[in-house]
């Protein structure tokens, strides 16, 4: 039985546990904090004993071996192991607050606990340059707006697509709340009419039927789904071939409530039969009918 791994990196405080965590409850044997330069090694002892499905966490604790990770990488592909790799990110803004709520020392830290915002700052501009090459091997997923429920949700999807075949990821968004950091394209959709101003259309979504045939009828929206999807459909086998693993696309309107929402749904449905294809609506999915208690910021 081939061995199953899910190699999860990313910043401090970006909601590596909580991702461990999900791991952990889909039935993965997980490891945090394994040095890098020990992962060929520990494939090769994990293969035929606790599980066929592994999971391991790496980050700035173990700076040291990062250097070493691309060779063992590739080492594992030689071997036929293709890992999930997923690289979870949040804005510096997010991460000093997480820190700041839960008076935790950063790892690259060797001040106080209480340490100023300035040094924080610095040491997660240095993290973000030990990571960055790791980064752009990976699926990255934006935590900023996320909660701890929604996180699991993203990694169980994700763990859930085919190794070894490109996955597709839509994601609607509100440009009010900012770009998503983990996007590969961006489409901006605010020139389209806008069913906010409907007012029996502004309490629902773009995945309810009434905002769906409002926008079907309206000029232009057809177009831009059309223009979308022709582009990606241009080169999509380019980027396959290129070994990619996932293509995030970003869809935004000015909320990220209807517009981008309904396109999302749109392209997902088109590209699905070819591709492995997920769904991602950003603002939707960070609604507070959560309790407090499940921000993400309180379990970094």
């Not at 232009?220 to 582009?231: A, E, H, K, L, T």
């Amino acid at each position: 039985m081939s061995l199953e791994i899910v190699l999860i990196t990313g910043m401090s405080g970006s909601g590596k546990s909580v991702a461990l965590h999900a791991l952990e409850d889909a039935g993965y044997y997980c490891v945090d904090n394994l040095p890098p330069e020990l992962l060929s090694a520990f494939v090769e002892l994990e293969h035929g004993r606790h599980s066929n499905k592994v999971a391991i966490a790496m980050d700035a604790r173990s700076a040291g071996g990062l250097p070493h990770l691309p060779g063992q990488l590739e080492r594992l592909q030689r071997q036929g192991v293709v890992p999930h790799l997923v690289f979870l990110d949040a804005t510096t803004g997010t991460l000093v607050r997480r820190f700041s709520e839960t008076r935790r020392r950063h790892p690259l830290s060797q001040g106080p606990v209480a340490e100023g915002r300035r040094a924080l700052v610095q040491d997660i501009e240095t993290e973000r340059e030990l990571l960055g090459e790791l980064r752009e091997k990976s699926h990255v997923i934006d935590t900023s707006h996320l909660r701890s429920s929604q996180l699991q949700s993203y990694i169980k999807e994700l763990i859930a697509a085919p190794v070894g075949q490109m996955t597709l990821v839509f994601q609607s968004f509100g440009f009010k709340h900012g770009l998503p950091s983990d996007s590969d394209y961006v489409f901006d959709v605010r020139m389209l009419p806008n069913p906010h101003y409907e007012p029996q259309l502004r309490p629902l979504t773009g995945m309810d039927a009434p905002v769906a045939e409002f926008l079907r009828q309206q000029p232009g929206v057809d177009q831009m789904r059309r223009d979308i999807q022709q582009f990606l459909e241009s080169w999509l086998d380019m980027m396959a071939s290129n070994h990619r693993s996932y293509v995030t696309v970003a869809i935004g309107c000015t909320g990220g409530q209807h517009r981008s929402v309904f396109l999302v749904e749109e392209l997902a449905r088109h590209f699905a039969p070819r591709w492995p294809t997920l769904c991602r609506h950003r603002s939707l999915d960070s609604r507070p009918t959560l309790k407090p208690a499940d921000l993400l910021a309180h379990d970094i």
